[in-house]
């Protein structure tokens, strides 16, 4: 035990802390200039002098840790004269802008120096003249009123460890600078903007329009663009967001947020909100009431389910919205509509590969905390890079690989290249011939378990490719992949990472390789999320297969149960997946579609298949906040509210239950549930609900997951799985080697949707700020295949594909890319690259997997 007394205190400590972290403990303030809780400490302001009894000069309480017997004074003259200097010394060259200065009101400098004084100057010296520098679109930096606390460089070197900047020059020319001197050309997570104490690097997005006494309000929520679950705060004035911000320590995400975050927030209030119901009326949408839109929806689905039954309707519902919106939508689809057709977007990834790896290996094996990643000591991440598809979670891979642990990346993750101790990266659609080859690499170093004789069993009759034959389809070394099995020889503590790349590029087998790998390596398996709400969509029961809860609905038992607590009959055969939905729709077999909140002719392979089938819908209403491209399609389209907009709750890829809070009233859209619940009612089947928590309160009862977690949990542990102890059920452990249901055809050039840092799926396309940072797409190749067909970067190229749909975009050569792909982002308006995308379907899951053909590249005259 270590005592120590502070201004005639004794606090007690069972280990060594510094003399500021003992004060603060102890409700004793010392100033700080230089120092942030989180961030390497740099003793640099000299704010923070303490004086130390038996030690002959002031210290820094920052740096100094305390030892047992240790007497400390913050406050005597000598301090105080001392505290003073040095804001003299610091106000010498800072320009006296206060009231022009976009910090005034929440300076630290303007604060310290109104509670220490200096207010006058003894020095001459003039002051020290920089540009301001508008280089940037997002960070306008203005160097004169830098104190070079290094606060900025600390958090980009050691927290997200972009290093991205630095401190250039010596003396009063030493500024903070991009490695680039103009632009940033950085990861833009705005860290920088949350730790930096004065004006010296701001956001241009409210440049001269915000001041700090101008908020009216400050809301914590969610961010609304990935599976994370990072909170923030909306800072309100006249129900308009003026900033989001982080505070440091803040949520899972504790403070830190990403472009898309802390950026993105102005598409909330975007000039291309819908704003009121449309129908179509002789072949134009044209502004409606609410209470025609409602009535006509109504009307036709009344029809159709007179006619022909609910079996003949569609429904796809969106991860982007809240549980609420999502159960008030399968419970209309069922009582309703009495239908089963509900499906959405995860069963690309997130919903069959969670089915498999918990079949394997038993409920709730990927409800693991994201800071566990951190704490690894080894990281493999396959089939995506985390810090694009959820970049605060990719942070946790670069600080294990900070703490010492050896990262595996078998993807082309750029953003931990410089992180990785192995980078095994095989050619597009051969990667089952590198995890084959690793898998049997780790079985020999690291050997079998023998935990399961019947994963066992099925990893005995793999085929295993020969050195040669992996060689030639990956263009990898043997060498390589017996580096990676050295490198996971050795750890205990494994976190295995995986993204949707897996199951699209290599299908249900990827997965049963991966999972065969986990199971040598008794890992911990996290998917990655790319939309927020993908695990609450499963939970939700909004699949044609399972009841809220993740019950079978098939199993009579399961179903009559449910029936009887919640009193509406639900069909009992299951319905159709999202690709049978549109397989139906193309065949005739679906006369009517509801889409909430997604846009599946943009964001599903085949699109201009999507496309065509939906076109001949006798009625299609879609409900969205956008008029996207699906939206142009609908007989109706309903507005909707944006998460910023509503109260609920999203349910993250650690499976932890967290509170939206409504910031501000929409522009014109109502909460999906509120929508539903018209509809519904108007077509017989009253809805009586009056608040998110009304629904909640129902999802408690029809979901034995959430039965047990009240609203006030939501704000607790207690929201995070399991939840207040549920009972985990233990896997089959049995494994099946399943079958290539897609072959892999032609040999030239083959296009990949290809994901940004800066832009999420087609939703964050209607962002001013992230486009500001990327604009427009591009097509990203080696220059091996540039060279071949005699383009150079920057080129404008069109793309075409066998089907005869084609885009126009600007090529980007990049020797990160392995092999003959090429690489194009699926975000931005009138470039579709899923139209030039075809797909076979995974019988045992419904996914899709890519089908490769080639495709013909030109140079754009």
């Known amino acids: 035990m270590i005592t120590v007394t502070i201004n005639d205190r004794e606090i007690k400590f069972d280990k060594a802390v510094t003399i500021l972290e003992a004060a603060r403990s102890g409700g004793i303030k010392i100033p700080t200039l230089c120092f942030f809780e989180g961030l390497e400490k740099f003793g640099g302001c000299r704010l923070c002098l303490v004086e130390v009894e038996k030690l ?16 400390v004074r913050t406050e005597t003259d000598a301090i105080i004269r ?39 100057g003894r020095f001459a010296e003039g002051k020290r003249r920089h540009p301001e520098s508008f280089d940037d679109p997002i960070i306008v ?27 250039t020059g010596r003396g009063d020319h030493s500024f903070v600078e991009p490695f680039s001197g103009g632009r940033y050309d950085c990861e833009y997570c705005g860290n920088c903007l949350t730790v930096c104490p004065v004006g010296a690097i701001m956001s241009r997005l409210h440049r001269h329009s915000y001041r700090a006494w101008f908020v009216e309000d400050e809301i914590e929520t969610l961010c609304g663009f990935c599976g994370v679950g990072c909170s923030m705060i909306l800072q309100m004035r006249e129900n308009t967001i003026l900033r ?85 939508f399968q419970r209309f689809f069922r009582e309703t509509l009495f239908s089963n057709n509900i499906d959405s977007i995860i069963r690309m990834f997130y919903a069959p590969a969670q089915a498999y790896f918990e079949g394997i290996f038993g409920q709730g094996i990927t409800a693991n905390l994201i800071s566990g990643i951190g704490k690894s000591d080894a990281v493999v991440v396959a089939g ?99 580096k990676v099995a050295e490198d996971l020889k050795d750890p205990k503590n494994i976190s295995v990472i995986i993204g949707p790349d897996i199951m699209i590029n290599n299908g249900l087998m990827g997965l049963f390789l991966i999972a065969a790998i986990i199971y040598v390596l008794d890992a911990r398996i996290y998917l990655l999320s790319e939309r927020p709400n993908e695990q609450g969509v499963i939970d939700t029961g909004c699949m044609p297969d399972t009841l809220p809860g993740g019950r079978p609905l098939e199993i ?31 065949k005739g077999d679906i006369k009517a579609a509801y889409v909430m909140g997604d846009n599946p002719v943009f964001n599903l392979p085949a699109a201009d298949r999507i496309r065509e089938a939906m076109s001949g819908l006798d009625f299609l209403v879609v409900q969205d ?90 704000a607790t542990d207690k929201s995070l799985w399991p939840y207040k102890g549920e009972p985990l059920r233990s896997g089959k452990w049995e494994i099946k080697i399943p079958e290539e249901v897609v072959e892999k055809t032609g040999h030239g ?82 470039v579709c690259v899923m139209s030039l995308v075809d797909y076979g379907i995974e019988p045992g899951t419904g996914a899709p997997v890519w089908k490769l053909s080639d495709i013909k590249i030109e140079k754009v005259q």
């Open 141 to 167: 930096r203005n160097m004169e009123r830098c104190v070079t606390c290094t606060r900025c460089v600390r958090m980009c070197d050691g927290v997200q460890r972009a290093s991205a900047i630095t401190v």
């Open 384 to 482: 995506g890079d985390p810090t694009k598809i959820n970049p605060v979670l990719g942070l946790q891979v670069r600080a294990a690989s900070g703490n010492g642990a050896k990262v595996v990346s078998l993807s082309n993750a750029a953003g931990l290249k410089r992180f990785a101790s192995s980078e095994p990266v095989a050619r597009s659609g051969s990667e089952n011939f590198l995890y084959s080859a690793l898998l049997k690499a780790l079985i020999d170093t690291r050997g079998l378990p023998g935990r399961s004789g019947s994963i066992e069993q099925e990893i005995g009759n793999i085929k295993w490719p020969n050195d040669e034959e992996i060689t030639q389809r990956t263009g990898l070394r043997k060498s390589d992949i017996e």
């Open 56 to 71: 002959p000069r002031l210290q820094t309480a920052c740096t100094v840790m305390v030892t047992d017997g240790m007497v």
């Open 82 to 120: 001392a505290r003073k200097a040095m804001l003299e010394f610091l106000l010498i060259n800072h320009p006296l802008d206060c009231p022009y200065c976009d910090k005034s009101g929440e300076c630290e400098l303007q604060d310290l120096v109104a509670q220490y004084g200096a207010e006058e």
């Open 749 to 830: 050039c083959h296009v990949y949707p290809d994901r940004l840092l800066f832009h999420s799926g087609s939703f964050s396309r209607y962002s001013p700020a992230l486009n500001s940072i990327q604009a427009e797409p591009y097509a990203v190749m080696h220059p091996d295949t540039a060279k071949s067909i005699d383009i150079k970067d920057g080129d404008r190229i069109k793309i075409a594909a066998a089907n005869g749909w084609s885009i126009e975009l600007v090529s980007k050569v990049d020797n990160e890319i392995r092999d003959f792909s090429v690489r194009v982002p699926n975000v931005f308006e009138g």
């Open 556 to 586: 009579s038992s399961f179903r009559e149960k449910f029936e009887q607590e919640m009193g509406y009959g639900v069909p009992g055969q299951k319905g159709l997946t999202l690709f049978e939905m549109f397989e139906a729709i193309g």
């Open 625 to 714: 906040a956008f008029l996207s491209e699906t939206a142009k399609m609908a007989d109706v389209v309903l507005p909707a509210a944006l998460w910023a907009e509503k109260d609920g709750t999203y349910v993250n890829l650690e499976r932890r239950i967290q509170r939206l809070h409504r910031a501000k009233k929409s522009v014109g859209g109502l909460e999906g549930w509120q929508i539903i619940a018209g509809i519904s009612g108007l077509m017989g089947s009253r809805m009586e609900y009056n608040s998110a928590r009304d629904i909640w309160e129902e999802i408690t009862r029809a979901s034995h997951l959430y039965g047990s977690v009240s609203y006030e949990d939501l």
């Open 244 to 328: 989001a911000i982080p505070r440091m320590g803040m949520g899972i995400n504790k403070g830190l947020l990403c472009a898309r975050g802390r950026f993105g927030y102005d598409i909330i209030e975007s000039n291309r909100r819908l704003t009121t119901p449309l129908v179509r009326k002789n072949g134009e949408l044209k502004a409606v009431s609410w209470a025609e839109a409602l009535g006509l929806v109504a009307e036709k689905f009344s029809e159709i389910k007179e006619q022909d039954g609910g079996e003949k309707f569609a429904g796809i519902v969106s991860p982007e919205l809240t549980n609420e919106d999502n159960y008030v």
